[in-house]
């Protein structure tokens, strides 16, 4: 066990260190020189010098590398070359609406999909199934953007149950929070939760159907019990599975639904610093939402070994 | 976006035809299939003879008639807040969407199946070539678009670029896959004592059968491309306006949202019918090329 684990941190710290390297090399190769823009058009040649001198241009790109990394490290990515406002205090701001929204629609994806999936596996071949497999079909079909602007046509505008924007800090009101943030994690959910629904169903219907089930049931066992201890324990891998695989459909999503919703989160800082060339947040931003991708499979990965102790035994690290 | 097809089980060389003839026997018999291969039939049709169909071209403004509801004589499915006709829009729109997912689909065959090949029949390769299809997972697609954009400034190209190297990781675990199991089957050790070379193997042995899982992975991709095309256009990291593009017509339409509604509901209905005659068409031949299904 404790083999595995370290197996698994190193081959994150080499994906990670790998990944930062790629974009590093990435930016460097974008078109421009940082210290020309700084300086302006027509300064002189000394003051460009100083410049790159400040920045640590004139090093080879080795060194460059490990202060760009050094930095990274302690939480500094310098300033934004749009705002003049340090990169990390940006991160600061919008990352925690972005994974308040994630969490919010994994959750309901969760809690939708797996209760769609049992569904279905239960009542096979009669009409819950249908209507389960209909849904996720079409769920997955439906373009979650587009879901998104004919849900503030309706609910929020016609019906005005949902506001069709903003955004309210948890910490400051719970309930606004909610109020605010239910419709663009329910769109989110949407398309997961179908996928998390097909997944269960595919697994309850295998674990269902297998010896140990039926020699449960023939010493007497109900069928609720049955259905909880045995078929959703052995569907919790796969799901857990699939909302590892997810993740970068999650945070994909996010930018788009930040975007519908005008939410202040990472999406939205994402897609402005592109259009306005801001690269050191474009730099920052891809390197902590790949950092936080490997840290959360990681993270599930290790869940698999609390969840199902054949994992432990077989040591997956091979 | 990496959602990765079932494998379906092997189909030996030797009676392609007749397997062949089962798999569409099996496709015929199949309604939600036959429903899927319908709706993708009549979308690429329309996509593809766009420029035939199309009664006016997908840019041209008419300031005297915007917002035109749909049904309005001639202006089938009305007007944008230009004055444009939306059916020409949309058929236009389908037609990009296409392409993006043509080429990404191509990039992916194009990169992915040979290194899914060499990976599965060299271990040496194998332990390189996962490492980095797992380094490839690790980085969103949409962040890759970022990238991409940053650098070339978006377009057709930069959208089918990064939803292509996107789904190259899961292509490659799909045809490494099917080559580990292959490696081991009856005809193609009969193949090695033969002699044949690794390269015959591959491409003569191999190839042919790992086939039904490559292209029931390409009924996988295609619909995420198109997706994603849509995605990224809405966000204007994709195709650039004025090019027609389903995403981008979505994201204008939101502009104006309260006015009129219909611009922004037909090119979302236009991607739901292309996804979902990909995802029936999709899983109906997974289930055909099955020889464990049916009959």
Request: glycine share 10%; aromatic share 8%.
């Amino acid at each position: 066990m404790l083999r595995y684990l370290f197996h698994r941190l190193w081959q994150s710290a080499v994906t990670l260190v790998l990944a930062s390297i790629v974009v590093f090399v990435g930016v460097r190769a974008l078109p421009g020189d940082p210290a020309l823009a700084m300086a302006g058009e027509n300064a002189d040649p000394a003051t460009i010098k100083a410049i790159r001198a400040q920045l640590g241009l004139d090093q080879s790109l080795p060194v460059q590398y490990l202060r760009f990394a050094g930095h990274a490290l302690t939480g500094d990515f310098g300033k934004s070359t749009a705002t003049g406002m340090p990169v990390n205090q940006m991160i600061g701001a919008t990352l925690p609406v972005t994974i308040q929204l994630a969490l919010y629609a994994m959750a309901i994806a969760v809690l939708a999909g797996m209760t769609a999936g049992v569904v279905a596996a239960v009542f096979r071949g009669r009409w819950p199934e249908w209507a389960a497999n209909g849904f996720s079909l079409l769920a997955l079909s439906v373009p979650t953007f587009w879901v998104g602007i004919l849900a503030i046509l309706y609910l929020s505008v016609q019906l005005g149950w949902f506001p069709a924007s903003g955004y309210v800090a948890l910490s400051e009101n719970p309930l606004r929070w909610m109020y605010y943030l239910t419709l663009p994690a329910l769109i989110l959910g949407i398309s997961h939760a179908a996928v998390i629904q097909r997944q269960t169903r595919a697994s309850m219907v295998g674990t269902l159907t297998a010896d140990f089930v039926r020699t449960a049931r023939a010493k007497g066992l109900g069928s609720g019990a049955v259905i909880l201890r045995y078929g959703l324990r052995n569907s919790l891998i796969v799901v857990t599975t699939v909302i590892g695989l997810q993740l970068g459909g999650l945070i994909a999503g996010g930018v788009v639904t930040e975007r519908i919703f005008s939410l202040p989160g990472m999406g939205k800082l994402t897609l402005d610093s592109v259009f306005t060339r801001d690269y050191p947040v474009i730099q920052a931003v891809v390197l902590v939402v790949t950092a936080a991708y490997i840290v959360i499979n990681l993270l599930i990965d290790l869940l698999y070994t609390a969840i199902d102790p054949r994992i432990r035994v077989s040591g997956r690290a091979q | 976006m990496t959602a990765i097809a079932e494998t379906p089980a092997e189909t030996p060389v030797a009676n392609l035809g007749r397997v062949r003839g089962r798999v569409v026997r099996k496709l015929l018999h199949n309604p939600m299939g036959l429903v899927g291969g319908a709706l993708l039939l009549i979308v690429i049709l329309a996509g593809v003879l766009a420029p035939w169909l199309a009664p006016y071209s997908p840019t041209e403004v008419h300031f005297s008639t915007p917002f035109q509801q749909p049904g309005t004589v001639g202006f089938a499915l009305g007007t944008d807040d230009l004055g444009r006709d939306v059916l020409s829009r949309v058929l236009y729109g389908a037609r990009a969407s296409f392409e993006v997912g043509v080429l990404s689909v191509l990039l992916a065959v194009v990169v992915g199946v040979p290194l899914g090949l060499l990976s599965g029949y060299w271990h040496w390769l194998d332990t390189l070539v996962s490492r980095l299809a797992d380094l490839m997972l690790a980085f969103p697609f949409l962040i890759l678009a970022v990238g991409l954009a940053a650098i070339n400034g978006g377009g057709l190209g930069n959208a089918a670029i990064a939803l292509g190297i996107a789904n190259i990781p899961t292509m490659i675990r799909v045809v490494r896959a099917e080559t580990l199991r292959l490696k081991d089957t009856d005809f193609v050790l009969a193949a090695h004592t033969m002699d044949a070379g690794a390269w015959r193997i591959l491409g003569q042995h191999i190839l042919p059968n790992a086939l039904s899982a490559i292209i029931v992975q390409a009924t996988v991709i295609m619909p995420a491309a198109v997706l994603g095309e849509a995605v990224l256009s809405f966000l204007g990291l994709g195709i650039q306006p004025p090019k027609p593009s389903l995403g981008i017509m979505l994201s204008d339409a939101q502009q104006y949202l309260f006015r009129t509604p219909w611009p922004a509901v037909f090119p979302g209905i236009v991607i739901a019918l292309i996804c979902l005659g990909f995802n029936l068409f999709g899983d109906a031949l997974r289930d055909a090329l099955d020889p464990k299904t049916g009959k």
